[in-house]
Protein backbone atom coordinates (compact mmCIF):
# COMPACT_ATOMS: atom_id res chain seq x y z
CA UNK A 1 0.00 0.00 0.00
CA UNK A 2 1.23 3.37 -1.10
CA UNK A 3 2.85 4.83 2.28
CA UNK A 4 1.04 8.20 2.32
CA UNK A 5 -2.81 5.85 2.20
CA UNK A 6 -3.62 5.80 6.24
CA UNK A 7 -6.21 3.37 7.34
CA UNK A 8 -9.75 5.77 8.20
CA UNK A 9 -11.73 3.42 9.78
CA UNK A 10 -12.74 2.83 13.56
CA UNK A 11 -10.64 6.09 14.75
CA UNK A 12 -10.93 8.30 17.91
CA UNK A 13 -11.65 11.35 16.90
CA UNK A 14 -13.49 10.17 13.71
CA UNK A 15 -12.14 10.67 9.96
CA UNK A 16 -12.82 13.69 8.85
CA UNK A 17 -13.93 14.59 5.00
CA UNK A 18 -10.54 16.42 4.68
CA UNK A 19 -9.15 12.66 5.46
CA UNK A 20 -11.57 11.29 2.86
CA UNK A 21 -10.35 13.61 0.34
CA UNK A 22 -6.59 13.58 0.82
CA UNK A 23 -6.79 9.65 0.87
CA UNK A 24 -8.52 9.53 -2.36
CA UNK A 25 -6.54 12.61 -4.20
CA UNK A 26 -3.04 9.87 -3.30
CA UNK A 27 -4.88 7.11 -4.39
CA UNK A 28 -5.95 8.57 -7.66
CA UNK A 29 -2.03 10.22 -8.00
CA UNK A 30 -0.61 6.38 -6.94
CA UNK A 31 -2.84 4.70 -9.87
CA UNK A 32 -2.79 7.39 -12.61
CA UNK A 33 1.14 7.89 -11.77
CA UNK A 34 0.94 11.54 -12.25
CA UNK A 35 0.79 14.31 -9.50
CA UNK A 36 -0.41 17.16 -11.52
CA UNK A 37 -2.65 16.04 -14.34
CA UNK A 38 -2.65 17.82 -17.72
CA UNK A 39 -5.25 20.10 -18.46
CA UNK A 40 -6.63 17.91 -20.96
CA UNK A 41 -6.43 15.23 -18.24
CA UNK A 42 -7.76 17.39 -15.46
CA UNK A 43 -11.17 16.45 -15.49
CA UNK A 44 -10.98 12.89 -15.38
CA UNK A 45 -8.60 13.25 -12.70
CA UNK A 46 -10.47 15.62 -10.36
CA UNK A 47 -13.71 12.92 -11.25
CA UNK A 48 -12.04 10.22 -10.17
CA UNK A 49 -10.88 11.84 -6.67
CA UNK A 50 -14.67 12.61 -6.12
CA UNK A 51 -15.95 9.37 -6.94
CA UNK A 52 -13.43 7.45 -5.07
CA UNK A 53 -14.21 9.65 -1.79
CA UNK A 54 -17.94 9.37 -2.55
CA UNK A 55 -17.34 5.61 -2.31
CA UNK A 56 -14.54 5.63 0.53
CA UNK A 57 -17.72 8.00 2.56
CA UNK A 58 -20.01 4.99 1.94
CA UNK A 59 -17.50 2.19 2.80
CA UNK A 60 -16.36 4.03 6.06
CA UNK A 61 -19.97 4.65 7.31
CA UNK A 62 -21.25 1.18 6.25
CA UNK A 63 -18.36 -0.61 8.21
CA UNK A 64 -19.21 -1.96 11.26
CA UNK A 65 -16.70 -3.37 14.29
CA UNK A 66 -16.78 -4.44 17.70
CA UNK A 67 -13.26 -2.93 18.81
CA UNK A 68 -12.59 0.22 20.83
CA UNK A 69 -11.91 3.35 18.53
CA UNK A 70 -7.92 3.15 17.76
CA UNK A 71 -6.20 6.56 19.36
CA UNK A 72 -4.49 8.88 16.96
CA UNK A 73 -1.95 9.86 18.64
CA UNK A 74 -1.19 6.04 19.57
CA UNK A 75 -0.92 5.09 15.92
CA UNK A 76 1.14 9.05 15.28
CA UNK A 77 4.00 7.44 18.18
CA UNK A 78 4.12 4.06 16.57
CA UNK A 79 4.57 5.42 13.32
CA UNK A 80 7.17 8.36 14.31
CA UNK A 81 9.08 5.18 15.67
CA UNK A 82 8.79 3.46 12.99
CA UNK A 83 10.36 6.11 10.99
CA UNK A 84 12.77 6.74 13.29
CA UNK A 85 13.77 3.07 13.21
CA UNK A 86 14.01 3.19 9.30
CA UNK A 87 16.19 6.23 8.93
CA UNK A 88 18.28 5.82 12.02
CA UNK A 89 20.56 3.07 9.83
Known amino acids: MCRNIRVLHNLAPATTPDEVDAAALQFVRKVSGSVKP ?3 NQEAFDRAVAEIAHATRHLLEDLT ?5 RDREVLAARAREKAAA ?4
Open 38 to 40: SQA
Open 65 to 69: TSAPP
Open 86 to 89: RYAR
